[in-house]
């Protein structure tokens, strides 16, 4: 099977659902634009304080929206951490498939180190006119796909031509649901910042901030886009934007990766750089400009969502909380806690931090190689994992940085109400947790790697189709 035509639509990354037409009541039901960052961290925006980074959409959606300031990812990493938001469950059977797929550190060390130096660009051009992705790219597997649903349209990706693809799919979606007054979701899961940074001949080589800062221009403008899409359509004024990341920033390359600003660590550690990210709610008319402390969490946007569009949530337990009062200036969110699971967690230790209002504990800490580089020695991989107990225990508002344990001066009996309380807490979920088999101990089938050309010889070499 060879790439499709060049006219469809491009969508690798990019879910879309055109949700049921609504009943009558509910004409204030908003339609709804999710924006998935990938390693975007909590210091990165221009609104969250990076003081060289090019971010004038984000900042001014900021400036007209609410901006959460403890919202927190359910994963420290990539793939576990698109689970949380999609399901609004907590670590759950599913959990351990998705972890295992993409956690290097669930390997031995040896093959840790050997992928530390790969990444996914396979000797791509990533910023125009013909700068190569960074590092070393080969995998011995295929190629970048860019898929359109199940068929392969082009591989390799061209990554300098991709976010005008998605920008264009984008348009051309809202559009079309303005004109047939179709209610919609579009979850946008952008592969900026993530390495290998690319961008496109507008973006390149035109930020203070270097490649990184380029890869983020280029998500800063699509967000843009996606506004004046609204704009053009008529639809600002019914629709609810929503944007942040999936996990920290990854410092294994320096200033390749993100900042998480004055938070500790970054990607793949349960300190709060691992896992609090910006977030930003928008919606004109609806949701008021201001900042928020509250908690929030992506395993909340399901029901959140779900509760603003009048959907019936799913039929199981979810973990995530309906924040439409907290959004619409109604109420307060009615989140208390949050876990911290570790990139590849087990049953016995259960999440590795647990934070309870403005205490969080540590009972477990472990580097991650995706925080290498960091000045802080705890961040890297080779720290590493270590049990506390009693835990470490933070005052996040006076000391969001993590650097004073409380349990080392003298805490008061706030505090060590607040220790006891979390206990209970993380007995109460690892009594409930259930964890799936290990995908991983299946091992690895070639065949199952994307290839458009399917009957093609030697594989994986032979899987590069140009667009027609
Ligand atoms: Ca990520």
Request: proline residues 11%.
């Amino acid at each position: 099977m060879g790439p499709r035509g060049r006219h469809l639509p491009w969508l690798p990354l990019l879910a879309l659902l055109v949700l049921p037409p609504p009943v009558r009541a509910a004409a204030a039901r908003p339609n709804f634009v999710l924006v998935l960052a990938d390693d975007l961290g909590f210091g990165d925006l221009g609104s969250y304080g990076h003081p060289s980074s090019a971010t004038p959409h984000l900042d001014r959606l900021a400036a007209r929206g609410l901006r959460f300031t403890d919202f927190y990812s359910s994963a420290a990493v990539c793939s576990p951490a698109r689970y949380g938001p999609a399901a609004g469950r907590e670590r759950g059977e599913n959990e351990k498939i998705l972890n295992e797929r993409t956690n290097p550190e669930a390997e031995s060390q040896p093959s840790r180190a050997r992928r530390v130096s790969q990444g996914p660009c396979q000797n791509l051009t990533c910023f125009p006119p013909d700068t190569k992705c960074f590092g070393t790219c080969d995998q011995g597997v295929v190629a970048v796909p860019l898929l359109w649903n199940q068929s392969i349209v082009q591989q390799p990706v061209s990554f300098p031509e991709l976010v005008p693809l998605y920008g264009r799919f984008c348009r051309e979606f809202i559009a079309r649901c303005a004109r047939l007054r179709l209610p919609f979701l579009l979850y946008y899961a952008s592969h900026h910042t993530h390495y290998p940074q690319f961008a496109s001949r507008e973006f390149a080589g035109r930020t203070r901030r270097g490649p990184f800062g380029d890869a983020l221009a280029e998500f800063d403008d699509s967000v843009g886009q996606l506004l004046q899409a609204l704009r053009d359509t008529g639809l600002d004024n019914s629709t609810l934007v929503f944007v942040t990341s999936d996990n920290g920033p990854s410092t294994l390359r320096m200033a390749r990766g993100g900042s998480a600003g004055h938070l500790r660590c970054g990607k793949g550690t349960t300190y709060e750089g691992g896992m609090r990210e910006p977030a930003l709610a928008y919606w004109p008319g609806r949701i008021a400009p201001g900042v928020t402390h509250e908690l929030a969490s992506t395993l909340d946007i399901l029901p959140t969502l779900a509760a603003l569009a009048g959907a019936a949530p799913p039929r199981v337990a979810l973990d995530g909380f309906d924040l439409s009062p907290l959004l619409l200036g109604t109420g307060k969110s009615p989140r208390r806690s949050v876990f911290f699971f570790p990139p590849a967690p087990d049953p016995l230790r259960g999440p590795f931090a647990v934070r309870l209002g403005k205490y969080k504990a540590h009972y477990f800490t472990q580097g991650s190689f995706h925080s290498d580089t960091t000045p802080d020695q705890a961040c890297h991989g080779l720290t590493p994992l270590t049990p506390h107990l009693p835990p470490l225990l933070f005052d996040l508002e006076a000391d969001p940085a993590e650097n004073y344990d409380l349990l080392r001066g003298q805490p008061g009996p706030e505090a060590l109400q607040a220790l006891k309380d979390i206990a209970v807490l993380k007995d109460v979920l690892q009594q409930r947790l259930h964890f799936g088999d290990s995908q991983m101990s299946k091992g690895r089938d070639p065949s199952l790697q994307p290839c458009c050309s399917p009957g093609c010889s030697p594989k994986p070499s032979c899987c590069r189709c140009a667009p027609q």
